[in-house]
């Protein structure tokens, strides 16, 4: 059972400008407890990216995932590489 | 008229209305539809008490996020307890939380998530061929676009480029992340 799918789809480039990525952080995590639930027993990946876009401005961007969400986020980017190649 | 309090088939649909109220965010279910709706010939005193405490029955499996021999134990109490359930009231609870547990799950980690969810990830591959001035020969690139937002919000959208290089870069923090995951999970 896929948990949360996200969407995967043609790229239609929705934001405007292409950036680099300049550095990758990232964290495995364990939500444990929370004022609404006292058993959240959550583990999740945040990942915070550093992007510089066309001008060379830096951003950061913070992004959580469940775990499932992860395993398909690095699928993806396996198929990528593997196209990639064959280009 | 605790006799119509007893009959089990509005409970379904109160659980279900509580549920959407108190996890899913949907604030239109209010406790006047619910009387009108449910139990339309139970008098306001007699529906207030009633309905708070199916709603802290609900809570109290959905914060511990029972499991099933969890529940039975849980629910076994609440019939012996005074102005507790009956033995049909925990049947329809427990029914409504077997079928509805991983939604609700969903929709409570989902509010302890308080920074940008990942709702979408697209992607190709470009390859970019010589051009008459350009030193370069034949540099493929892959461009990948991620959708993510905060909880309610609006989607956020961020375009990157990768070359074959950057994306082995990538690739290996996620082996890393991936590796991270394995060592969690035998530990669990």
Same mark, same amino acid.
């Given at each position: 059972?896929?948990?949360?799918?996200?969407?995967?789809?043609?790229?239609?480039?929705?934001?405007?400008?292409?950036?680099?990525?300049?550095?990758?952080?990232?964290?495995?995590?364990?939500?444990? &407890? &929370?004022?609404?639930?006292? &058993?959240?027993?959550?583990?999740?990946?945040?990942?915070?990216?550093?992007?510089?876009?066309? &001008?060379?401005?830096?951003?950061?961007?913070?992004?959580?995932?469940?775990?499932?969400?992860?395993?398909?986020?690095?699928?993806?980017?396996?198929?990528?590489?593997?196209?990639?190649?064959?280009? | 008229?605790?006799?119509?309090?007893?009959?089990?088939?509005?409970?379904?649909?109160?659980?279900?209305?509580?549920?959407?109220?108190?996890?899913?965010?949907?604030?239109?279910?209010?406790?006047?539809?619910?009387?009108?709706?449910?139990?339309? %010939?139970?008098?306001? %005193?007699?529906?207030?008490?009633?309905?708070?405490?199916?709603?802290?029955?609900?809570?109290?499996?959905?914060?511990?996020?029972?499991?099933?021999?969890?529940?039975?134990?849980?629910?076994?109490?609440?019939?012996?307890?005074?102005?507790?359930?009956?033995?049909?009231?925990?049947?329809?609870?427990?029914?409504?939380?077997?079928?509805?547990?991983?939604?609700?799950?969903?929709?409570?980690?989902?509010?302890?998530?308080?920074?940008?969810?990942?709702?979408?990830?697209?992607?190709?591959?470009?390859?970019?061929?010589?051009?008459?001035?350009?030193?370069?020969?034949?540099?493929?690139?892959?461009?990948?676009?991620?959708?993510?937002?905060?909880?309610?919000?609006?989607?956020?959208?961020?375009?990157?480029?990768?070359?074959?290089?950057?994306?082995?870069?990538?690739?290996?923090?996620?082996? %890393?992340?991936?590796?991270?995951?394995?060592?969690?999970?035998?530990?669990?």
């Amino acid at each position: 059972m896929e948990e949360s799918p996200f969407r995967e789809r043609v790229l239609d480039a929705k934001s405007e400008v292409t950036c680099q990525l300049v550095d990758f952080q990232w964290k495995l995590g364990m939500a444990v &407890s &929370s004022d609404r639930c006292r &058993s959240l027993k959550y583990p999740y990946v945040a990942v915070k990216l550093k992007v510089a876009d066309p &001008s060379g401005q830096v951003n950061t961007k913070s992004i959580e995932m469940t775990i499932p969400q992860f395993q398909n986020f690095y699928r993806q980017f396996k198929e990528i590489a593997a196209v990639i190649e064959t280009v | 008229m605790a006799g119509e309090l007893e009959g089990c088939k509005p409970l379904s649909g109160l659980l279900s209305g509580l549920a959407q109220n108190a996890f899913h965010g949907n604030s239109s279910i209010t406790e006047e539809l619910l009387h009108s709706q449910l139990y339309p %010939e139970v008098p306001p %005193e007699e529906f207030r008490p009633f309905l708070a405490k199916m709603r802290g029955i609900l809570k109290s499996i959905a914060s511990a996020d029972m499991d099933f021999n969890q529940l039975e134990a849980f629910l076994t109490a609440q019939t012996k307890k005074q102005g507790g359930i009956t033995g049909e009231q925990a049947a329809v609870i427990s029914k409504f939380w077997k079928s509805h547990k991983t939604r609700i799950r969903e929709s409570l980690l989902n509010q302890s998530r308080w920074d940008n969810g990942l709702r979408g990830l697209s992607w190709r591959v470009d390859g970019k061929s010589q051009s008459r001035h350009a030193a370069q020969i034949h540099t493929p690139a892959a461009i990948v676009e991620l959708e993510f937002g905060k909880s309610g919000q609006e989607s956020e959208f961020l375009c990157l480029e990768f070359d074959e290089v950057k994306l082995k870069q990538v690739l290996k923090r996620l082996s %890393e992340v991936e590796e991270s995951i394995g060592t969690l999970m035998q530990a669990a």
